[in-house]
């Protein structure tokens, strides 16, 4: 049986007298791809968010790997998120975009060499190294955003709408690209609310409303 990766025990969330997340509790194994579907503020992105060490849940509590994550800043949880808008610097290529997350970490130059290379080749856009985000297609961008979220191997990519920015073909080579990472190894979780696109690939899906779980297709749930 897989360990997991992340455990939700009864999180709730509330900005001003508006409650986001109600009582959520959720495991997410090693390894597993996670839809998160639902409407605009059901309370995705502030899952993903409290995943991240961006929010801090009200009530309840959050493991990573069995161990309490309250404490631990962002720049510390093996957490990389791809976004809907790109968030590239323009002033920087391709390459010098994936190699700012290595930066950050203080890897050395020649690691920066090797592993910004494989990334983008994963991504399929080794040929684009040089190129300025500006002369990209918006499905080359966030395939950059990727690359990024790759480079530093994470332990979980977290993709927060990812396809939101780009056409349906682009939308289902990005959610394909996510997958082939999948298989590796990486724990992913995407949020999403294409219900068309959720159904075109055989991941576990939970689907919030009103900041509850009300369906879970891998606890017997069935489609979704």
Do not use: W
Not at 43 to 62: A, H, N, Q, V, Y
Not at 109 to 119: D, G, L, M, W, Y
Not at 152 to 159: F, G, H, K, Q, R
Not at 211 to 219: L, M, P
Request: charged content about 25%.
């Amino acid at each position: 049986m897989k360990e997991h990766i992340i455990e939700f025990k009864n999180i709730s969330k509330s900005f001003g007298d508006k409650c986001i997340l109600n009582d959520v509790s959720l495991n997410v194994k090693k390894g597993e791809f996670l839809t998160i579907l639902g409407p605009s503020g059901c309370g995705k992105t502030t899952m993903l968010r409290i995943i991240g060490g961006f929010e801090t849940p009200d009530s309840g509590e959050m493991y990573f790997d069995n161990k309490s994550v309250k404490d631990v800043p962002p720049h510390k949880r093996p957490v990389n998120t791809v976004f809907q808008k790109y968030a590239l610097f323009p002033h920087l290529n391709v390459f010098e975009n994936v190699a700012f997350a290595m930066h950050v970490v203080g890897a050395s130059n020649k690691e920066i060499r090797k592993e910004v290379s494989k990334a983008l080749s994963k991504v399929g856009l080794g040929h684009k190294a040089r190129s300025m985000p500006s002369q990209l297609s918006g499905g080359e961008q966030q395939r950059v955003g990727l690359a990024r979220a790759l480079v530093n191997s994470p332990d979980l990519i977290i993709a927060d709408e990812p396809t939101g920015n780009v056409d349906p073909n682009m939308s289902y080579e990005i959610v394909s690209l996510l997958t082939e990472i999948n298989k590796r190894g990486t724990t992913i979780l995407m949020v999403t609310h294409d219900h068309n696109l959720v159904r075109d690939f055989q991941h576990r899906v939970i689907m919030l409303e009103e900041g509850r779980i009300v369906a879970d297709n891998a606890a017997g749930g069935g489609n979704i």
